[in-house]
């Protein structure tokens, strides 16, 4: 089986321009998380989505990031415009959630470089 | 709310030591509990879990044990390789919500 795929895996930009990274979780998997890691610390949870409901965005910060998942697989989180301290990596992870089972399992991830 | 606590990182261990990382936590349900190994350069993998009190989750020679009365969930190996080289991460998750509490991480050195 497939595990959840990201693109791109690198990013660098020039500050204040746009940023879009996807997700493609694990197929059936209901749930999807977009989380946020910096360096030497574990990950932030920005948003989580039950298929192409966003349930949590609490931590979203909702004047420059946005996320959607219109039919309730893949997703797109977006930055714009980005800020120096923006730069880390965006991790996207997917379960089965309310299918049955809340085992996360993560993409790669996307290291996002502003300059 | 809910919280994990995992010691301070680095470890430092020789190859074929005996390894623990301790995690501790609280929360105020009946969580599910995990260990996550993030390698150099690498995604988080899971490494293995825990739904239940006394449960012990296995996985590539490490352990862990789902202990209730002392909230804790232990990282255990009993010969470590120079390839364990990673930051293991503890978390819990209720049920209920399927969110991911995170420990800070601990990482592990080993050297030959």
């Known amino acids: 089986e497939a595990g959840v795929v990201q693109s791109p895996r690198y990013k660098i930009i020039e500050k204040k321009q746009p940023v879009a990274f996807w997700c493609n979780p694990i197929?059936?998997?209901?749930?999807l998380y977009w989380y946020l890691q910096n360096l030497g610390q574990g990950p932030e949870l920005l948003i989580r989505?039950?298929?192409?409901?966003?349930?949590?965005d609490s931590q979203l910060p909702k004047d420059r990031f946005s996320a959607e998942r219109l039919k309730g697989v893949d997703s797109t989180l977006k930055i714009q415009p980005a800020e120096l301290g923006d730069s880390a990596v965006y991790l996207c992870?997917?379960?089965?959630?309310?299918?049955?089972?809340?085992?996360?399992?993560f993409g790669p991830g996307t290291r996002l470089t502003v300059l | 709310g809910d919280s994990v606590t995992q010691m301070e990182g680095p470890v430092t261990l020789s190859e074929e030591a005996f390894l623990t990382i301790n995690c501790t936590y609280t929360?105020?349900?009946?969580?599910?509990l995990f260990w996550y190994v993030q390698y150099p350069g690498e995604g988080l993998q899971l490494l293995l879990k825990?739904?239940?009190a006394d449960d012990k989750g296995s996985n590539k020679g490490f352990e862990a044990t789902y202990r209730k009365e002392t909230t804790s969930f232990h990282l255990e190996k009993g010969s470590v390789q120079v390839s364990d080289s990673a930051v293991y991460f503890c978390?819990?998750?209720?049920?209920?919500?399927?969110?991911?509490?995170w420990g800070a991480g601990t990482k592990l050195i080993i050297k030959p």
């Open positions: 825990a739904t239940k």
């Open positions: 197929s059936g998997h209901n749930t």
């Open positions: 989505y039950e298929n192409e409901e966003a349930v949590d």
């Open positions: 992870a997917s379960s089965r959630g309310s299918l049955g089972g809340n085992e996360q399992f």
């Open positions: 978390a819990l998750s209720e049920d209920s919500n399927y969110q991911l509490i």
């Open positions: 929360a105020t349900g009946y969580p599910s």
